[in-house]
């Protein structure tokens, strides 16, 4: 049972180039979350999916998108990156029958923005 | 505006004392808060969660307590060990769950 799975672990960017953040649960949980964290800001959402089809902003979107492609999956993307989003994301995910209010997290994305 | 706080100063202990970690937070009215560890270079871990109406739950060495009128939250590690060296987050809301910044906990042996 692998739980939240993030790829990639690293990526260095230049700015302006583009990228795209894969996460995936098989735990068959209903929401999805991206974060980001970054030293003494502590976690930020960015986006969360409430459920397969619906996407709402956290409390950091700007400069990112996000595609909830199946009950699985949940990307981030970003289009134009920016030195200002050097940081580590987390995908997480709850909802299961006995785990509802829980998060589980992935490992995280270290991503440095030149 | 919501506000979450913990220390951000490390808390070091010697192995067998309990630690004693804070999460006070500001206009919030949570219906329940939770816990959660995290190791360097991993993703947080979900330790324990507590409901407004419930004013403390333990789970092996860990007790947390919840006072909505204090707006505190209490957490405790018990006969601490080196293994519990780690920084933990407390984190409050549903869905838009917003976390503090974290406590890093230190235990020498």
């Known amino acids: 049972n692998a739980g939240v799975t993030q790829t990639p672990k690293f990526q260095v960017l230049k700015t302006g180039q583009s990228m795209t953040l894969q996460c995936a649960q098989d735990m068959n949980h209903n929401s999805m979350y991206w974060y980001r964290q970054d030293p003494g800001m502590g976690l930020r959402l960015i986006y969360y999916s409430a459920s397969e089809g619906t996407t709402d902003k956290g409390e950091v979107p700007n400069g990112y998108n996000v595609s909830r492609l199946n009950k699985r999956e949940f990307s981030l993307r970003l289009e134009s990156a920016a030195p200002s989003q050097t940081s580590v994301y987390f995908c997480?995910?709850?909802?299961?029958?006995?785990?509802?209010?829980?998060?589980?997290f992935g490992s995280g994305t270290q991503l440095s923005v030149l | 505006s919501q506000k979450i706080e913990q220390n951000s100063e490390a808390l070091n202990i010697q192995e067998g004392k309990t630690a004693t970690l804070t999460c006070n937070y500001t206009n919030y009215s949570p219906a329940y808060l939770q816990w959660y560890r995290q190791d360097p270079g991993r993703g947080p871990v979900f330790l324990l969660l507590?409901?407004?109406?419930?004013k403390e739950k333990r789970k092996e060495r860990l007790k947390v307590t919840f006072d909505t009128t204090l707006k505190q939250s209490l957490f405790h590690i018990t006969a601490s060990q080196p293994a519990d060296s780690a920084t933990y987050l407390c984190?409050?809301?549903?869905?838009?769950?917003?976390f503090g910044t974290g406590t890093r906990l230190l235990v020498s042996p």
């Open positions: 997480a995910s709850s909802g299961g029958p006995s785990t509802n209010e829980k998060l589980f």
């Open positions: 507590i409901r407004e109406n419930e």
């Open positions: 984190a409050l809301g549903f869905q838009k769950l917003v």
